[in-house]
């Protein structure tokens, strides 16, 4: 077997889906069932070694080249950067960007200065602007729900998946901005230095997409 291609992904939920894609795509993921604390996890049968890794660490490697190859949701690749090659929508952790906040107000309506919280500076930034319009934005770390609550912002710019979380803390969704789900990412000398085996992993990936959907 030639080198392993290092493959960082993001921890929590992208890590399971892409699991679930691994082991429908024949490959032996015993290593990641039980991996307690370690952090590098050897799948010899996909050519890869992976890295179990923060989202937007998982750009920070890629760029820097320590890893070849990533898994990240678009989220984090349309916050924080692009220095890199996505090759793959694998389909899962399918959620949307959202414009939300409480359940009746005007927000477009309303002519006051307009607070925005969210843990996506840039993507907001980009949404407003892209309306011509003002807004103060406030970055939040998590559970940017509370912003509203407590009086900080007017609205919220976050991830919604099933709207639950909105929907119990009383608010509501205004305006949709963009779809996202996990992305295949690569390193842009790797996919000149080790075209074959970078080439290889996609092409597994992709077999799996299209000849059986997505896990
Ligand atoms: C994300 C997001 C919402 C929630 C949306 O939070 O920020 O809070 O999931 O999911 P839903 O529409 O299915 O309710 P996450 O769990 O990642 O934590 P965070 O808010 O601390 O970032």
Redesign the pocket.
């Known amino acids: 077997m030639s080198t392993l291609l290092r493959l960082a992904l993001t921890k929590g939920r992208l890590e399971s889906d892409m699991r679930q894609l691994l082991a429908a795509a024949g490959v032996d993921i015993s290593p990641l069932l039980d991996t307690g604390r370690r952090l590098i996890h050897r799948l010899p049968d996909a050519g890869i070694e992976v890295v179990l890794a923060k989202a937007p660490d998982v750009i920070t490697y890629i760029e820097h080249g320590v890893c070849e190859l990533g898994v990240v949701g678009k989220d984090t690749i349309l916050e924080l950067g692009s220095s890199f090659y996505e090759v793959l929508d694998l389909g899962f952790g399918a959620c949307r960007f959202a414009l939300a906040a409480r359940e009746g107000d005007d927000f477009f309506g309303s002519t006051r200065h307009r607070r925005v919280a969210s843990?996506y500076p840039k993507v907001t930034a980009a949404y407003f602007a892209g309306r011509g319009m003002d807004a103060e934005i406030i970055k939040i770390e998590?559970?940017?729900?509370l912003a509203p609550i407590l009086g900080l912002a007017d609205a919220i710019v976050?991830?919604?998946?099933?709207?639950?979380?909105?929907s119990a803390n009383g608010l509501a969704p205004i305006e949709d901005i963009c779809p996202i789900s996990a992305r295949l990412i690569v390193n842009v000398a790797a996919m000149k230095m080790k075209k074959a085996a970078v080439q290889d992993f996609v092409a597994l990936c992709r077999r799996r997409l299209e000849g059986e959907g997505c896990p």
């Open positions: 843990k998590g559970s940017v729900e976050d991830i919604v998946e099933t709207g639950a979380t909105l």
